[in-house]
């Protein structure tokens, strides 16, 4: 076992809960089919000697004839039975006395009612097969989805590239004339951790970046030099030393719907890369933001997935990867936002990371029920506001219908000012299900 990887262990337990699960529902099936069959198959003799009782001449007459009673079906037997039954309530003779007739009257009642008992055991139990087989299939596409995303991880699909300015086959690197003039500048200590914190990590947004700075140099977060070194980076002295950092300008300059200003996105210049190199002897990872705005239909989107990832984190998850591809039995591609595993109890987690905004209500339906097929119908929404999670509550509801699922939902902006759930989680709403 620990040899094993968590990913390694987490797949061999859901294809061993799989496989429980089928071997179960296989072994409630046949014992279920066994006993049905030997009630029908008792009701069916009691038939066949009631009719030997009632007409003697009749079955050896057809036993002559290569046709026994035994190949007769239930309903031709107790037809048979009936006429039989009809002829001597008709026939007055001595020798069919009216104890006789009831006790056969009992004895049809009891056989229809062996029957038609019978007859509800098979319905009942062909229901109950009927729903372990959809659990099973349900179970097969969660334990796909997972095994795929948790694939994508192990090959860094989602994992951000490095970055390299230096030709790896120089054995050494030149060290250019500024960065000897920018170590003896003022605030070079503070500088520098920006520049190592964003190299090692890939972080944009700035307040992210002077919480880790703040950590690295045992200071306050809400300390203004830390600020102030990277304004120092983004527009430098003249003929100090060049700009190491560069603001990432977009379109919207509106505020945050999930409340207060939306902070500033950066990232290294070529000089900050290789400054970041020749500072740690290490490659830059990519920035977060440039890897992320591929895959998102937004910069504010975009920014909520890395403001959602951050406090998942400080919130006791693990972020295996952002946006993987997964490939569902019905054909179609789901592509959740984040893939999470919550470390207290190592459950997996899909979660789609969703703005107040206007949404085009075509697409909206398929994507809720291709989230549930993934999940299992477990599903996590974070919002930027509570609107938003009010709305998508909503949209979940109808879409899903009478689906029997799980949804957990949350916001930012609530969550920012200290809302918590009633066991001090950050899910803070939810909503089960059945059928």
């Known amino acids: ?71 007769f079906n239930d309903g031709d037997l ?40 019978t007859e509800k055991q098979k319905t009942e139990l062909v229901e109950k097969n009927k729903l372990l087989l959809q659990e099973n299939e349900k179970l097969n596409a969660h334990i796909s989805a997972l095994r795929q995303a948790n694939l994508k991880d192990e090959l860094h699909e989602n994992r951000p590239p490095l970055i390299n300015l230096v030709d790896s086959k120089e054995k050494s690197v030149s060290i250019p004339t500024w960065f000897a003039l920018w170590k003896e500048s003022r605030g070079f200590e503070k500088a520098s951790t920006a520049i190592l914190v964003m190299g090692r990590t890939g972080k944009s947004l ?38 190491m950092i560069e603001k990432i300008s977009t379109s919207s300059s509106a505020g945050s719907s999930s409340g207060g200003n939306r902070p500033d996105i950066v990232r290294l210049t070529d000089s900050g890369i290789l400054a970041y190199q020749l500072l740690s002897d290490q490659l830059a990872s990519e920035n977060e933001y440039d890897r992320l705005i591929l895959h998102h239909s937004t910069p504010e989107h975009t920014v909520l997935n890395i403001q959602v990832c951050e406090l998942l984190e400080e919130s006791g998850y693990t972020i295996k990867s952002q946006v993987p591809q997964i490939q569902l039995h019905n054909g179609s591609t789901f592509i959740p936002d984040i893939l999470a595993v919550e470390r207290s109890t190592g459950e997996t987690i899909f979660i789609e990371v969703e703005r107040d905004t206007h ?53 930012l902006h609530g969550l920012r000012q200290g809302k918590r759930s009633g066991n001090g989680g950050i899910w803070l709403s939810g909503k089960q299900k059945n059928i």
């Open 1 to 71: 076992m620990a040899d094993l990887t968590l990913e390694e262990f987490q797949r061999s337990q859901s294809q061993q809960i799989s496989r429980d699960i089928i071997a179960q529902s296989e072994e409630q099936q046949h014992r279920m089919q066994a006993t049905a069959y030997k009630l029908w198959e008792n009701a069916h003799e009691q038939l066949i000697k009631l009719l030997r009782f009632l007409d003697q001449d009749y079955d050896e007459a057809y036993e002559k004839g290569n046709h026994p009673l035994e190949g």
């Open 78 to 117: 107790a037809y048979l039975i009936l006429i039989r039954v009809r002829s001597l309530k008709q026939n007055n003779s001595t020798q069919a006395s009216i104890q006789e007739i009831d006790l056969l009257r009992k004895q049809i009642k009891e056989i229809s009612d062996k029957y038609n008992h």
């Open 206 to 243: 700035r307040p992210s970046i002077t919480k880790d700075m703040a950590v690295t140099l045992k200071t306050s977060p809400d300390n203004g030099s830390l600020d102030e070194a990277i304004t120092r980076l983004i527009e430098p002295e003249q003929d100090t030393y060049p700009q």
């Open 359 to 411: 949404k085009d209500q075509g697409s909206r339906k398929q994507k809720w029920i291709n989230f549930y097929e993934a999940s299992n119908g477990n599903l996590f929404v974070f919002c930027d506001n509570l609107t938003c999670q009010r709305a998508i509550q909503a949209e979940i509801n109808i879409s899903l219908g009478d689906l029997h699922y799980n949804s957990s939902l949350t916001n």
